[in-house]
């Protein structure tokens, strides 16, 4: 499993890595806080669209195709169902995008809505190829796929937002670029690049016309995945309703699109964090599903917990103590934020831990308790921002994920031992938390102003901090290279 993570890394991390490294640090030069906030805002959208679209039917194929003979006939069935609803929402949207964009404040842009409905359309129907490449263990093509989509995604935001400013009185430019579409260029970049992304997938869209589709296929799939949707959804207000809150909820006094931009920018200063928990997940889902029949089982997914859980800290205090630089990768008007990074990175680490824990009710077939344990955390995050923005902003919206998770973790594991009990070791983990963030006050608060030796300092703490998890974790490694 974690060489599989580390190629996935590949397609995962090293594609958003750069969209970090580059699009971040450009954006938040290229454009102000305001018009920043406006990217910020749409793809929280994008983020609910593709809940919707996809309605838990990667995860149901991942359940059913793991362990039946009939996968290519599970895919043909899934990926079927998935282009007709892709489909109509992409034409609903270009019928009536002028009324959608008046809903949300963007009626003098509707071509922004539009737009975002190929990208959320395509990358939706895209997302069971995918899947199929991951059950298929093939995460070299996952990668390379992944790398050339954002590798175009890249090249024409440069393309649009730097090249062309600056070669104005070139023919070229002259009939490609309109300076009144602005941000849009960022919406039009995504959406080439998905449209390249279908086209790099063929082959694998190809191989669904060799099997026939299945009614009763699709219905057994779908009982089991609409319980997933429902957690989508929920799971999404707690990834993003508060980008969308925060425009209407900070008073206008305070200028909420500027404060969105530099929030948005900040949460991004996570990407480290994220990209390990995305990347964790795309490789452990499969892998849990296809070891579940194995006499260890149980022992193998507290140990995993372990594992990713040392991994996430190291990252937490990585960023943390260094923090001086990574701070310099978003512009200067946006630095002010950057109170919220240290949340934000636990905040995803809480999440990484749920998403372990949610195993007990996938593989049990129980995956209604996870969608009633994903709505209660919705609640949680609902009711901490609608209080609390108007006096704290963004900041609230940061302790809103953080608060949300950690009462989902708690009741997951409640509920994980009545149900299917994994022996996870929950006094080391806390252990290893607790002295993290023992480790990060004591930075924060007593190692701020000692000059060129804080960062030796700080490479001290965390090396400190790697060898104390490589000897509590060691004998681990041990007894898994003798069964081998």
Not at 112 to 125: H, N, S, T
Not at 163 to 183: D, K, Q
Request: net charge positive; hydrophobic share 55%; proline share 3%.
């Amino acid at each position: 499993m974690f060489g599989q993570t580390a190629v996935y890394g590949l397609g995962i991390v090293l594609p958003r890595l750069l969209n970090y490294v580059l699009l971040t640090p450009f954006y938040t030069r290229v454009f102000d806080r305001a018009s920043y906030g406006i990217i910020t805002e749409l793809y929280a959208y994008v983020v609910f669209l593709l809940v919707v679209l996809t309605y838990g039917m990667e995860t149901g194929y991942f359940r059913y195709a793991s362990s039946s003979k009939e996968s290519g006939k599970i895919y043909t069935t899934v990926l079927s169902a998935l282009f007709v609803s892709s489909s109509a929402f992409i034409i609903f949207v270009m019928i009536s995008g002028s009324s959608l964009a008046s809903l949300i404040a963007y009626g003098d842009h509707p071509e922004y809505i539009r737009w975002l409905a190929v990208i959320v359309g395509v990358d939706a129907f895209t997302a069971l190829p995918f899947a199929r490449i991951r059950l298929r263990n093939k995460p070299v093509k996952y990668a390379i796929i992944r790398i050339l989509e954002v590798s175009v995604n890249i090249g024409l935001n440069l393309f649009f937002l730097w090249y062309c400013p600056r070669h104005s009185e070139s023919e070229l430019v002259s009939i490609l670029y309109n300076e009144e579409i602005g941000v849009g260029y960022v919406l039009i970049s995504n959406m080439m690049a998905s449209l390249v992304k279908l086209l790099l997938l063929s082959g694998e869209l190809v191989a669904a016309f060799k099997n026939s589709f299945s009614r009763v296929l699709l219905k057994k799939i779908l009982r089991y995945s609409y319980p997933l949707l429902v957690a989508g959804l929920a799971g999404t207000v707690n990834e993003a309703l508060d980008r969308i809150l925060l425009k209407h909820l900070i008073p206008a006094d305070q200028l909420p699109m500027e404060q969105l931009g530099i929030y948005g920018a900040n949460f991004k200063m996570a990407v480290l964090m994220t990209l390990f928990v995305q990347m964790f997940k795309y490789a452990a889902e499969p892998f849990f599903f296809s070891r579940s029949k194995d006499k260890n089982a149980k022992e193998l997914y507290a140990d995993v917990m372990n594992f990713f859980v040392a991994a996430g800290l190291v990252i937490f205090l990585l960023v943390n103590l260094y923090m001086d630089y990574f701070i310099l990768f978003i512009g200067q008007g946006f630095r002010e934020g950057a109170q919220i990074v240290p949340i934000v990175l636990m905040a995803n680490l809480v999440m990484g831990i749920f998403f372990n824990l949610s195993i007990w009710y996938k593989l049990s077939n129980k995956t209604m308790y996870g969608a009633v344990l994903v709505i209660i955390g919705a609640l949680v995050t609902v009711v901490i921002n609608v209080l609390f923005i108007p006096r704290y902003g963004y900041v609230a919206s940061a302790w809103a994920h953080l608060i949300c998770y950690s009462l989902m973790v708690l009741l997951s594991y409640l509920w994980s031992r009545k149900h299917y009990r994994v022996p996870y070791k929950t006094g080391r983990i806390v252990a290893y938390i607790v002295l993290a963030l023992v480790i990060y006050y004591f930075n924060a608060l007593l190692l701020q102003n000692i000059g060129p030796v804080r960062d030796l300092t700080s490479l001290i703490l965390l090396v400190g901090f790697g060898l104390f998890l490589w000897y509590m974790e060691r004998p681990v490694f041990i007894k898994y290279k003798n069964m081998t």
